[in-house]
């Protein structure tokens, strides 16, 4: 289910806040888990199945772990054997993650390579893989850890793990974000209601008046071709990518936050106005903050992080950026956008970035080259199409090229002027600050008001458009 849909918005929603707000406190966990249930099934029940599996698995591994600690601290001289079920733990989420996200990659490529026919899967990705398999990395790691004092109870893991708001894309949620609310239920403050829905709102205007109007720039340069564009139209699409990008996955994490403080919970922020870095280290500060934090505790830390030495500290970056490209997505693109960032923000570790960081204006421009520069990897997965583009981009000739001077781009650019001009201003912070300051304001609530009804009166006339992050 989509949370900018219209099934969702007034039959999903409502139903499940009325039933919420109703029942007893106690309760409400029960509401939330089998609402959640719903919510994912309705895609396709089957992934439901595997989901639930995961959870049960995950759970019973953790306890084990935390038995074991438990009887080594009572007994002293007991044999702990939490690394061995931290081990499988770790083995089964992403043995389950590749099985359903790289082995068909992974074979086509061995075919190509060996020139042998190999296995076709065709199984679809169950929605939100990637996002829940690495929270509940996140929750069987922190029970390793000792991060929490007292044994689980698996009815609340599984609420966790399942709640609806970020179960298919994310903010990446740890159990100690939303423990204390799930295992002592209590009422929801009306400010909460408030803020959720002004957050909600915000978030399905990005999706639906921004990222998903935008999108048709980069459509349409995708659609003529490397071949059939010049140096400005290349340029253009990408910069219309980026802010397609943007608004659809910052729109969605707006609304999952929206959505859960509606229930209470204060899920982490998932952005902080990226496009107004100086730096691509910066930059991935700001974006997708919850991914980042994850490889960064996860990954980065354990691998030894910058405590070790120069060779050893590099490599370890090497290692984040190259997961984090293959996180994304099961396609040569990806793995090369993740070295293409571990390049550039290895220039920038060793001289570049005390300079871009003294800077008012030279590092916003060098961003304005990167930022659709690293985005345009990002979305095209095949390599031919790839090369050519980057070859656009620079202005070098291609083979069979067919480009009528500058027509295309003066044809995009009276298209889409005004609507990149919006993009710009609202991928500003100031947008947002002022919302966020001002949304008691009768004026603002009704900008509000009508915001979410073009919004309904959008989606009913286009469809349903998916969020990009649902691929992943």
Not at 217 to 223: A, E, F, G, M, Y
Request: overall charge positive; charged content about 15%; some cysteine.
């Amino acid at each position: 289910m989509n949370f900018s849909g219209l099934a969702f918005i007034f039959h999903f929603l409502p139903l499940f806040l009325i039933a919420y707000y109703i029942i007893p406190k106690r309760y409400r966990n029960i509401i939330l888990l089998s609402g959640s249930i719903v919510f994912y099934s309705i895609g396709n029940p089957y992934y439901m199945i595997l989901l639930a599996i995961s959870v049960l698995i995950n759970y019973l591994l953790a306890d084990r772990i935390y038995v074991a600690q438990y009887k080594k601290e009572i007994n002293g001289s007991a044999k702990s054997y939490s690394k061995a079920w931290l081990f499988l733990a770790l083995i089964y989420d992403m043995g389950m993650l590749f099985v359903f996200k790289y082995l068909g990659f992974v074979l086509d490529n061995i075919g190509l390579i060996s020139g042998r026919e190999m296995p076709v899967f065709k199984w679809g990705l169950p929605l939100g893989i990637s996002f829940y398999t690495f929270q509940m990395i996140s929750f069987v790691v922190d029970v390793y850890r000792k991060r929490y004092d007292r044994r689980i109870h698996l009815y609340h893991f599984a609420t966790y793990a399942i709640m609806f708001p970020q179960i298919a894309s994310g903010p990446i949620t740890r159990y100690e974000d939303v423990r204390d609310r799930i295992e002592t239920p209590a009422s929801v403050p009306a400010i909460m209601l408030e803020k959720g829905t002004v957050y909600f709102i915000c978030g399905l205007g990005y999706k639906v008046l921004l990222a998903d109007k935008i999108t048709s720039l980069w459509n349409d340069v995708r659609t003529v071709g490397p071949l059939g564009i010049d140096v400005a139209s290349a340029w253009l699409g990408a910069w219309g990518y980026s802010m397609q990008i943007y608004f659809d996955f910052f729109g969605y994490s707006l609304m999952a936050i929206g959505v859960a403080m509606m229930l209470g919970f204060k899920l982490p922020d998932n952005f902080d106005d990226p496009y107004t870095s100086k730096s691509m280290t910066e930059f991935w500060r700001r974006w997708h903050m919850t991914l980042g934090k994850w490889f960064k505790d996860y990954l980065y830390i354990p691998l030894g992080g910058n405590r070790c030495s120069f060779p050893r500290m590099i490599l370890n970056i090497f290692l984040v950026w190259m997961f984090t490209g293959i996180w994304h997505g099961a396609s040569w693109n990806f793995l090369i956008w993740g070295m293409f960032l571990f390049a550039i923000m290895f220039v920038e570790k060793m001289w570049l970035y005390k300079y871009l960081d003294k800077s008012k204006i030279i590092g916003h421009i060098y961003m304005v080259i990167l930022i659709p520069v690293s985005w345009a990897i990002f979305s095209i997965t095949d390599m031919t199409e790839l090369s050519h583009f980057f070859l656009r981009l620079i202005n070098v000739p291609i083979e069979g090229m067919v480009v009528s001077g500058m027509n295309k781009f003066l044809s995009l650019l009276s298209t889409y002027w005004w609507m990149l001009l919006v993009c710009i201003v609202f991928c500003t912070p100031y947008p947002m600050r002022l919302i966020k300051k001002f949304y008691k304001n009768v004026i603002v609530k009704l900008m509000l008001l009508v915001v979410f009804w073009y919004c309904v009166y959008q989606m009913a006339n286009s469809g349903n458009n998916p969020f990009i992050y649902f691929n992943f």
